[in-house]
Structure formats: structure tokens, C-alpha cells
């Protein structure tokens, strides 16, 4: 039989559960320069909001 555990302090458990499953990604800031598009595309309708290199690195991190 498994032991039980009780839990006294509920805000730290609390915590604990939202921390759980959490990721934390740090990037150079050379690559958050290069991350958005400035120039317009010329084309009617939205422009290009994100460069190459941002719509590869999240599809690199969906793949992981």
C-alpha cells in the first residue's frame, strides 16, 4: 500500500503544480533582432510578422 502524505502548507503545493511541466528558453539578442520583419512586403494584406528564422526555431522547439 502506497503511504499517504499530508499536505500543511497548500500554497507551496500550489506552486509546486504550477511549476510543474514549465520550460524556460533564453535566446541571444542577436537572434531577437532578427526575430520580427520591419520592411513591408508590398503585397495587399498583411505583411510577414516573423522572419525565417523565427518560424524555424518554433518549429524546431514543436519537433523537440
Not at 507551496?12 to 520580427?36: C, D, H, M, P
Not at 522572419?51 to 518549429?59: C, I, K, N, V, Y
Request: glycine share 6%; net charge positive.
Amino acid at each position: 500500500m502506497k503511504p499517504q502524505y499530508r499536505i500543511r502548507n497548500w500554497f507551496e503545493y500550489n506552486a509546486g503544480l504550477k511549476q510543474r511541466g514549465s520550460l524556460t528558453f533564453w535566446f541571444a539578442e542577436s537572434i531577437l533582432e532578427q526575430w520580427v520583419v520591419e520592411e513591408l512586403s508590398g503585397k495587399p494584406g498583411a505583411s510577414v510578422l516573423y522572419s525565417d528564422l523565427a518560424m524555424q526555431t518554433m518549429a524546431t522547439l514543436k519537433a523537440v
